[in-house]
């Protein structure tokens, strides 16, 4: 046994030599198993850090903040934070990724304090700070929450007692605004108050935060109940909770609300927070969470009143994920708009249907409702990413004015007052 596979070590070897053995075929022997190599961790302990890392022949391993981690050597090289591999003025990547050799693995590794120095083949040396590893790893990024939220039903949001942000304070100050954002990120809704009830003054409150997001309702809409748009919420009829623009690729990530001015009775707004009703379905019944986040479906608009002509398709899952940590970022529920469900076969469809009425069942529960009555001057900010909106019917004359936002430029400007979005 032994001459056997010794012989066959001398055969790989002299393959190696003659440059016939790929990088692939190298990862694939069996060093281990030919000779009694010991692969030692290295330690490094004080009172303020304890560290071991070990070095594969495909990969870093680094165990250190309580956690263990996985590092390609690629993904290593391609990180450089050096000044010839990365620009920090401009905190762009100036290495070529493409000139990276996939089979690269460093010459040497050594530890400094908190750092860790990767000196390569051709010289090169790559510096990366213990805690930069942990939070720019995948095992950290596991745990990590994207965008911290309170999910809420009824109860919950009112006794939280979230206060409105006055009109003023809200254009004039980095105060205000970084207090209704903090609001709005931690449970998608947020009001302003004592708003002159203008679309002009409508407008320039969405100004202050984000991009008009412009839409085939136009950049404003400014709307009545007169059917000029073949839309149900032109009309004086009651709304299911629904959010809007799902037959958009990427539905519109904001929507602001302004009642202008209603002579009438009825026409209270309600609020439902999707992603409390869907960690209701996770709880309960994780598996139909699951299909219910892979299963695409198409959404679609099609219009022809007077000289508005559209046909808008959007596809995707009506809870959509991130993969790495299961984080719910965004919920497309809209019962109205949703088209032939002919995405998937049969046997997966019944059990889509199930998963769907479990999650509509928690979100038409009654202790799930907040009902808010819109007035002049109390403007409404919704994230249609998140929080269902719908209406009682009403009578009378109603006019609303409103618009979408740019999802990115709302994060973009929390992010710089300082918050976590």
Known sequence: MWCHRLSHLQIRLQDLLRGRVTCWALQQLNFRSLFPLAIHWHHTASKSLNCVWRQHTDHFELQYANTVMRFD?????????????????????????????????????????????????????????????????????????????????????????????????????????KNFLQNFLLYGIAFVENVPPTQEHTEKLAERISLIRETIYGRMWYFTSDFSRGDTAYTKLALDRHTDTTYFQEPCGIQVFHCLKHEGTGGRTLLVDGFYAAEQVLQKVPEEFELLSQVPLKHEYIENVGECHNHMIGVGPVLNVYPWNKELYLIRYNNYDRAVINTVPYDVVHRWYTAHRTLTIELRRPENELWVKLKPGRVLFVDNWRVLHGRESFTGYRQLCGCYLTRDDVLNTARLLGLQA
């Open 73 to 177: 050597y690629v993904w290593l090289r391609d990180h450089c934070r050096s000044a010839s591999c990365y620009n920090s003025k401009t905190h762009q990547r100036s290495l070529d990724t493409a000139s990276v050799d996939l089979c690269i693995q460093p010459k040497t590794i050594r530890l400094d304090e908190t750092t860790l120095f990767f000196t390569w083949p051709d010289g090169h040396v790559t510096r990366y700070d213990l805690d930069w590893l942990v939070k720019n790893s995948y095992e950290g990024q596991k745990q990590k929450v994207i965008q911290p939220r309170i999910l809420w039903n009824a109860e919950i949001y009112q006794q939280a007692q979230v206060p409105s942000v006055d009109f003023q304070s809200f254009l004039e100050t980095n105060e205000g605004l």
